[in-house]
Nanobody, 124 residues
Framework: VQLVESGGGAVQAGGSLRLSCAAS????????MAWFRQAPEKEREFVAA????????DYADSVKGRFAISRDNAKNTVYLQMNSLKPEDTAAYYC??????????????????WGQGTQVTVSS
């Protein structure tokens, strides 16, 4: 299984970024997906999750109303649209895939496969 994130970068506060995660080596439509992030010297934290069909999503309170997770099962890709970015959103963002048919959980233990991460830096 391979998860490859892209779309990170540096942006000013209030700006937007769209992260993408291309998955291979799994049956994407059978797999719940999520985004996590990790700031320096902090634990990895949940950001957003999406069910296999895309019909159900979940968000951390800190990003509700600003971030949106979506997926395109035809392209084996999950996205994270990030708007109204804040300096505290600065972190490495990781794409995660659950085992086949598992639910879209909110902890790192709910996910089996991880991408290498993409850096998001928000300046004030």
């Amino acid at each position: 299984v391979q998860l490859v994130e892209s779309g990170g970068g540096a942006v000013q506060a209030g700006g937007s970024l769209r992260l993408s995660c291309a998955a291979s080596g799994l049956i994407f439509s059978n797999t719940a997906m999520a985004w996590f992030r990790q700031a320096p010297e902090k634990e990895r934290e949940f950001v957003a999750a999406i069910s296999r069909s895309g019909g159900n999503t979940d968000y951390a309170d800190s990003v509700k109303g600003r971030f949106a997770i979506s997926r395109d099962n035809a392209k084996n890709t999950v996205y994270l649209q990030m708007n109204s970015l804040k300096p505290e959103d600065t972190a490495a963002y990781y794409c995660a895939a659950a085992r086949a048919y598992a639910i879209a959980g909110v902890t790192t233990n709910d996910y089996t496969y991880w991408g290498q991460g993409t850096q998001v830096t928000v300046s004030s």
